[in-house]
């Protein structure tokens, strides 16, 4: 449904004179199909709200190109871009910050029926309305249609959030961290609506996240986004039960629900990974680490890793990941189970 390939953003930054870049989002590519539900997870900083502005056209890219169903997705002016927001809906992680709080249920909906189905009335516009409270299981819709946001919960608000985006009758839903600003007893419920959406509705769906543990509940393929550039790729379920980038293997083993997730993916606990410090910080964006982008954190980097960007390559079952452990090459690094916080190479070294 929506294909983007060689994704880059980089923002100038610093003032008169001084042309240094943020290199937000470099060389990206991901696919969103019709019913299924593609996770981007990566830390903060990684890129991800980038990569959703972009594919939603809320910003210029800097290279690459974005198809939605086969045709250059770019929109010149206000009309065009209509167009493409009618098919390519945006939902945001702050359901409080998104809606209006001086406006009604009834107002915020009414409004954006009428932009994208045009000027119903009455008897018309009040089923639509229905409709759209009940598609979020806000039942029955007239216990919230009049209620104003602050009388809702953060849950009800992001529900609201989703009715909104879906009165466009959208066929790619954008969802940047729909449930981090949600109390965790209700994230399920989201993620269920969202799940209920793509089977019923067969919306493509681009959930970005954090949290793998969720990806692997959620998403049908999970894309993992360091420093602005994919890691590895797969379907949810091998990459974060059997993890192939030395970075998949980190955010797994320091998920927060380690038992859930196998606890010493890649020989490495949670527990091990604290005390390894391997943890870390993600590099500047302003003058990335040369070569793998993940090389100063990873403990099995090599020298080829400090100098060459690694390609995406195949790791099996439609699988890639970005780690030239996976290459051919005769200096590749070797990927071990490790316990202890000193570098492949070091270990190597005389
Ligand atoms: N408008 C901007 N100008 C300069 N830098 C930006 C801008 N927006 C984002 N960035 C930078 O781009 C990088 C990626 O940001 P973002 O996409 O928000 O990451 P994430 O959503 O994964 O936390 C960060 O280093 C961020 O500071
Ligand atoms: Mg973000």
Redo the contacts with the bound molecule.
Sequence with gaps: MLVATGLTKH?P?GGVGVRKV?H??DGVDLELRRGSVLAVV??????????ARLLAQLLPLTAGQVLLDGHDARVRGRKAFRRYVKRVQMIFQDPFGSLNPVHTVRYILTRSVRIHRGRLRGAELEAALTELLERVHLTPAERYVDSYPHELSGGQRQRVAIARALAADPEVLLADEPISMLDVSIRLGILNLLQDLRDRLGIAILYITHDIASARYFADRTTV?YA?RVMETGDSESVTQDPKHPYTRLLVASAPDPDDLGGTVGGLTAGEVRESGIGGEPPS?IDPPPGCRFHPRCPFAVDLCRREVPDLFDVGAGRTAACWAYSDRGDRPVIGQRTTGVRADEEAAP
Excluded at 42 to 50: A, F, I, L, P, V
């Design positions: 923002f930054v943020v937000a989002v990566g830390e903060s900083g990684s890129g991800k709200s980038t990569v986004l602005g964006l």
